[in-house]
């Protein structure tokens, strides 16, 4: 089976950046959709974004879609996540996942079969 791993999470002050990496251990990380998902304490997870299998195309939750960008590089396995002007509402830990499929705006709506371990990332005020 596929393992996911993320890395690059940390703590930050608001309005700073991070970028998350998701690397596959097995290839080719091409045959899949894959995205990021976060889940805050005391919430549900919720999904923050999707890319396509060949990275042509991308969607977002309202409110990282004007702050977070997500791209893939097949040729290495890896997936990014590159988050600008982080608030402390952005604060959860993140989960990298692959193969996912349905509505990923409902929870409960949507399924991936793959997942990583989460990175937690914090951004203070």
């Known amino acids: 089976q596929v393992q996911l791993v993320e890395s690059g999470g940390g703590l930050v002050q608001t309005g700073d950046s991070l970028r998350l990496s998701c690397a596959a251990s097995?290839?080719?990380?091409?045959?899949?959709?894959a995205g990021w998902f976060r889940q805050a304490p005391g919430k549900e997870r919720e999904f923050v974004s999707v890319?396509?299998?060949?990275?042509?195309?991308?969607y977002y939750s309202d409110s990282v879609r004007s702050r977070f960008t997500i791209s893939r590089d097949n040729a290495k396995n890896t997936m990014y996540l590159q988050m600008n002007n982080l608030n402390p509402g952005d604060t959860a830990v993140y989960y990298c996942?692959?193969?996912?499929?349905?509505?990923?705006?409902?929870?409960?709506?949507?399924?991936?079969?793959?997942w990583g371990q989460g990175t937690q990332v914090t951004a203070s005020s």
């Open positions: 996942a692959a193969r996912c499929r349905g509505n990923y705006y409902l929870p409960g709506e949507h399924t991936c079969d793959f």
């Open positions: 097995e290839g080719p990380f091409s045959m899949y959709s």
């Open positions: 890319i396509s299998r060949s990275g042509d195309r991308t």
